[in-house]
T-cell receptor, first 113, second 111 residues
């Protein structure tokens, strides 16, 4: 079955380290998204992509970057991890049709100490 | 005013009752609306989408949309303890096409 997978599921790192969270989907969706979810803030969009070589900033993109070299993957990189980036990160994908239904991965819980 | 507003709850209903979850939005041009269910420690799961005014029913779930009032709701009939979760309302922005999420309503169904 087609799916969207995130890895790792849990990550502990230290401030200042570079961290990469993986997202891989097998639906052949054009659109991919990264969100973070924090108490009191709900789901907030970090970066998104509408196709290969396309990347765009969301509302909370500072300190994060993404690259889209193929349809299946959109890795999220924290350039220099900060304690404020401790959060749960969700990747999502959608077909890119008018309905824009997004399907979410299981999430990555990141702790920056 | 937040773009998508939901009462955070918790909303507590007895088993077998109807749970009514509400969401208001500010973008008058929005055309696509979604309800996601999120169990504690899990990812959001789509349960309903609605694009036209009126009601859309799927099993025990009914989504209601009123674009004039900028209001979308989710009714859960015959609520079960397994329905206890946080329900996220999402609206597709008419300007950017991106989904804007509310902060979610926590539903507790008591046996």
């Amino acid at each position: 079955d087609a799916e969207i997978t995130q890895s790792p599921r849990h990550k502990i790192t230290e401030t200042g380290r570079q961290v990469t969270l993986a997202c891989h989907q097998t639906w052949n969706h054009n659109n991919m998204f990264w969100y973070r979810q924090d108490l009191g803030h709900g789901l907030r969009l970090i970066h998104y992509s509408y196709g290969v070589q396309d990347t765009n900033k969301g509302e909370v993109s500072d300190g994060y970057s993404v690259s889209r070299s193929n349809t299946e993957d959109l890795p999220l990189t924290l350039e220099s991890a900060a304690s404020s980036q401790t959060s749960v990160y969700f990747c999502a994908s959608s077909e890119g049709d008018s309905k824009n239904i997004q399907y979410f991965g299981a999430g990555t819980r990141l702790s920056v100490l | 005013q937040k773009e998508v507003e939901q009462n955070s709850g918790p909303l507590s209903v007895p088993e077998g009752a109807i749970a009514s979850l509400n969401c208001t939005y500010s973008d008058r041009g929005s055309q696509s609306f979604f309800w996601y269910r999120q169990y504690s420690g899990k990812s959001p799961e789509l349960i309903m989408s609605i694009y036209s005014n009126g009601d859309k029913e799927d099993g025990r779930f009914t989504a209601q949309l009123n674009k004039a009032s900028q209001y979308v709701s989710l009714l859960i009939r015959d609520s079960q303890p397994s329905d206890s979760a946080t329900y996220l309302c999402a609206v597709r922005s008419s300007n950017t096409g991106k989904l804007i999420f509310g902060q979610g309503t926590t539903l507790q169904v008591k046996p």
